[in-house]
């Protein structure tokens, strides 16, 4: 594999060609003789509606059929779809990074420094990435600090994801599709109905059930187990010819039974000892997709507690009203509620007994409001102005039970609101200099209240802290230079804030803030249309970000276990980025990107282990947890006619990632990685668009390159780990129908 690696890594560098989402083919079969023409494709996320050509940030466009193709089914599974975009699925939720910088925190009450929209609502909290994903239009991923337009917790990129709006003519797509490898069953359909001359509905939903790929030994049956119902409508319609009127409501249901973790490595053979001196005669600590996790009482007279599960419900919905308030200036709002309830128990301690088991109750509910003005784009000078408010009620119920009487009960709970004002302008000073500008000012209080008992914890009464204030001011500034039609060069330097917080069950309350932290991005990029034939854009990137919120696990005397632990320190990331493709034909394509990016740690931490007694827990220079230094991926596409009414099309990815740490390496030299790999993925169909049919093949990891995805230290032993590893190879079948 190693060999294979550096192959498909040369192969990247040397073609660096470039970004398979950003360049959509022209519909229609064509004539090879004829000039491959394609689509232009619009980025919206940033409320601009601009080409992503003429856009001064890096941004890379999936589309549906990109989706489709890799088979994703949830946000949890966007990482590595794109080079540079990394994300883990931990214990309590998904933590994402752009060019290897991110909120790498396994606390649940974190939010992330990369920020989720879905139909341009923030998303803050790592649970929110449970989301599923269908009947999706596209998903911009969006590097570097985004902080001026899109707000709070953009620091480091974020991902925007829109779902497919209605038609106005009755129509309907459907489709069923069978996995290998996880048994997994998956229903998918959404029908437009017209409601009248002006609106129309879109009604979606998914039906998804998989039975997992890890098997657990001691239970005798495959995990994890997941049953999932999801609902959408979406009615959208003019009002009156001077604006438009959009609503969407989305519900989901999820349950899980067990879990996909297992146990890596057990140098000093803790967990096999624990598990043996119970009665289990049979334990494995190597990664090969077996577990033994159970729930046997110590005391078989005790009542028997849960086995793992992860359940969870959620409602989304937005009201987005425009009004063209005349000469091309329009006033937008967007309305907004999430709210979700996350219950879930996790056994860490991987035996088939009732040693220690994690159990999380998590609340959220969020109502945010935004006022957006914005004059007619592409005349000299345009702007985008605008109000936001955001309110979020958040509680997390933390416990572990266990047979040995180690016990523990947190609460928390954090109320948040904020104001933002925002302002962004473009000038054209000349046909090919512009001028970019923006600044944005945000005041938040977060308040928390904790509860604590248990003999993990110090116990604590119901205490509600002080309110935790910040006022922060962030901005851009940019340049970008149009030498001839088809070409941009553009410059920009850019600052993002992310917010505090408060550990969710800290040692000590005198202990349970932690500071805000800062990002500065620069970036010089070009950006070449060939004429509609192909692209190529080329960017170097450095961001320094001041108190990065770090996330690690370490032993606060007077305590002997693990405690997550959230503290500040100084990162850098420098890199440069290359994307495009080519229209060979009107039926062929070549596509692909690369991302380097040298992530590194630019301060030292110390931790007091003992009074007066420091140890080094991060140096300097020490490479960022989740930081591939090179990944990239190459990507065809051929669609030929078969006769008058049956088509062919075929896809596929090659993608790469280099070798990346999970843990902090100065704790943890001897921690798993996730080993540098090579994955494939091909999609093979053949259909009648007249008829509106259509059979695939698609397969996933077809080199079967298994790779750590997520690890932590056992709580029986720092020494010993246990996490998850990417899916094995799996192969579905899907039948589509369409009108």
Not at 175 to 182: D, H, R
Request: glycine letters at 10%; hydrophobic letters at 35%; a negative charge.
């Amino acid at each position: 594999m190693k060999h294979q690696g550096a192959i498909a890594g040369a192969v990247l560098v040397a073609s660096c060609c470039m970004a398979p989402a950003a360049w959509a083919q022209a519909s229609g079969g064509g004539n090879d003789a004829q000039p491959a023409q394609v689509d232009e494709v619009i980025v919206t996320a940033l409320k601009q509606g601009a080409s992503a050509l003429n856009t001064s940030a890096s941004v890379t466009v999936v589309s549906s059929q990109q989706l489709e193709a890799a088979n994703v089914t949830s946000a949890q599974q966007l990482s590595g779809l794109v080079p540079g975009y990394f994300s883990m699925q931990g214990t309590a939720g998904t933590s994402a990074s752009f060019r290897g910088l991110g909120s790498n925190a396994s606390d649940p009450s974190i939010e992330s420094s990369v920020g989720t929209f879905i139909d341009g609502i923030y998303l803050g909290h790592v649970r929110d990435y449970t989301t599923p994903l269908y009947d999706t239009q596209q998903i911009e991923f969006i590097a570097g600090t985004q902080s001026t337009l899109l707000g709070k917790n953009t620091s480091l990129g974020a991902v925007s994801i829109t779902n497919r709006r209605p038609g106005h003519v009755f129509g309907y797509d459907v489709s069923a599709n069978y996995t290998s490898a996880i048994n997994g069953y998956r229903f998918q359909g959404a029908v437009d109905l017209p409601l009248g001359d002006s609106f129309a509905a879109r009604l979606a939903m998914l039906a998804n059930r998989e039975d997992g790929f890890v098997e657990n030994a001691f239970l005798g049956r495959p995990e994890r187990q997941i049953r999932e119902l999801s609902g959408r409508i979406t009615v959208d319609g003019d009002l009156g010819g001077r604006g438009r009127l959009t609503f969407i409501y989305q519900h989901d249901k999820r349950d899980t039974r067990g879990q996909f973790l297992e146990v890596f490595t057990d140098p000093n053979g803790a967990i096999a000892g624990a598990a043996a001196a119970f009665g289990q005669t049979t334990f494995d600590t190597t990664p090969n997709d077996v577990t033994y996790s159970g729930s046997d009482r110590l005391n078989p007279a005790d009542p028997p507690v849960p086995l793992p599960f992860d359940n969870q419900t959620g409602d989304r919905a937005t009201l987005i009203a425009t009004f063209d308030l005349g000469a091309g200036t329009t006033l937008t709002s967007q309305t907004a509620y999430v709210g979700w309830n996350s219950q879930r128990v996790t056994d860490l301690d991987f035996t088939s007994v009732h040693l220690i088991d994690l159990v999380d109750g998590e609340k959220n509910k969020v109502f945010s409001q935004e006022l957006r003005l914005s004059s007619p784009q592409g005349e000299k000078f345009s702007y985008i102005a605008g109000l936001f408010y955001y309110r979020n009620d958040y509680t997390l119920n933390r416990g572990i039970t266990s047979d040995l009487g180690l016990t523990l009960d947190s609460l928390l709970k954090v109320k948040t609101s904020s104001w933002a004002e925002f302002a962004s302008a473009r000038y054209d000073l000349t046909d090919q200099f512009t001028l970019l500008a923006g600044v944005r000012g945000t005041q938040e209080d977060k308040t928390p209240t904790y509860e604590i008992s248990g003999v993990l914890g110090t116990p604590t009464p119901l205490t509600t802290l002080p309110t935790a204030k910040s006022n922060e001011v962030d901005g851009n500034v940019g340049v970008e230079f149009h030498p001839r039609s088809g070409t941009m060069l553009y410059a920009t330097w850019a600052r993002g804030s992310k917010s505090g917080g408060f550990q969710a069950n800290p040692d000590s309350l005198a202990v349970a803030h932690y500071d805000g932290e800062v990002a500065y991005t620069t970036e010089v990029g070009a950006k070449f249309n060939f004429g509609g034939r192909g692209f190529l854009t080329l960017a170097v990137f450095d961001t320094k970000v001041d108190g990065f919120q770090t996330s690690r696990l370490a032993v606060i005397p007077p305590s002997v276990l693990p405690q997550n632990i959230i503290t500040n320190a100084d990162v850098r990331s420098t890199g440069a980025e290359a994307s495009g493709g080519w229209n060979v034909t009107a039926n062929f394509k070549l596509t692909g990107d690369v991302t380097y990016a040298d992530s590194k740690f630019t301060n030292d931490v110390l931790n007091e282990v003992a009074p007066g007694v420091f140890q080094v827990e991060i140096y300097k220079g020490m490479v960022l947890p989740r930081a591939p230094l090179w990944a990239g991926q190459v990507g065809a596409s051929y669609r030929a006619e078969l006769g008058d009414n049956l088509q062919f099309r075929a896809q596929g990815t090659v993608r790469y990632a280099s070798v990346a740490d999970l843990q902090l390496r100065s704790e943890h030299p001897l921690s798993p990685k996730a080993d540098a790999h090579t994955t494939v993925d091909a999609q093979f169909s053949i259909g009648s668009e007249t008829a509106g049919w259509e059979v695939s093949l698609i397969g996933n990891n077809l080199t079967d390159d298994r790779y750590d995805t997520f690890t932590s230290e056992s709580f029986l032993d720092g020494d010993a780990f246990y996490g998850t590893r990417s899916r094995p190879r799996t192969i579905a079948l899907q039948l589509r129908l369409r009108h």
